[in-house]
């Protein structure tokens, strides 16, 4: 039996104080713990980060705080030096629950459902929300944290770069997920394109993006999307704690985020040459043509999710179709 070669070192930084040194602390976890609460809960022991994303203590809705939060939590977490390892994955039944522009006519139920409404701010937010949050969610998760990372992918979610990015990823055995950009008529450039692609490979992705193909975690564990499959949320969870409990066992504190840096290398390439240019073609687009924020695909998606779950268990296979799919043999 392979077991860890030592104890954790959780805890055991030897640091030069600040004030000796006349540098600025860094922002405790309690404070941005706190400031990022309404679209993160987090929780930390023994150096291990777990930042569950939610909307209102429920599986997460895509959308602006979302969009800043996880910018912000990328920069403050990623500088805490009493982060080791950080587990970041969703909370409740799915990944994402729902995505974009809500509907104005909730505007009294829904204090996000004016955001898009003023079409004065549209380009502000565009910018400052969209482009500016969105790319510096994408470099700040291969940039600024250099710790081992750990996604949790839970039931249907799109926009799975948020864990495919982690250096292990995980997710459960009802997780499912589509490429929705081309679909909604927007162009794939804010950062999954660049998971998707070098993940499960070129021509896949290609057929992934232009078809809306339904990807289940089997399929993503045989395409090499993630890692390992768990049964559900908390069976997920505590896997990864596992994981990053033998992380923390393996290697020193300083090898550990350097042997990070490492693995993240070609990430770390593809990002710098492409995301800011490709970003940009995706909001020129959004600006240009009717790039509609709203669920009626993803609605569809999860009636087609259910039939392609329901085809793996019978040996079947469900193509993309223009009325939607149909159980089929699978050549091979």
Sequence with gaps: MIKANYESDAGKRKFTPHEELGTIPHMPFEE?????KHCLMMKRENGILEARLHTDG???RWG???HQGLHYFFD???RDPENEVIILGGTGQDFIKSMGRPDPKNSEKDPEA????SKESEAWKMYEYQYYDGINDIEGQIFDIEVPTIGVWNGAAFHTDLVLYSDITLCTEDAWTTEMHFRVNMVPGDGIQFAWRELMGYKRYAYAELTGEIITARKALQLG???EIC???EAAYARAHEIAELIMRTGSRVTRRITTQQLRAPWKQIIANEARNAFSTEMFVTATEHSPHDNYFWDWAHEEAELVKKAEKMGKVVRPRVDGGQFEDEIK
């Design 225 to 227: 999307m993630v890692n």
């Design 32 to 36: 941005y713990s706190e400031k990022l």
């Design 231 to 233: 049964t559900d949320t």
């Design 76 to 78: 403050w977490a990623g």
């Design 58 to 60: 429920d599986s997460m």
């Design 114 to 117: 004016t955001e898009f409404s």
């Design 64 to 66: 602006a705080p979302a």
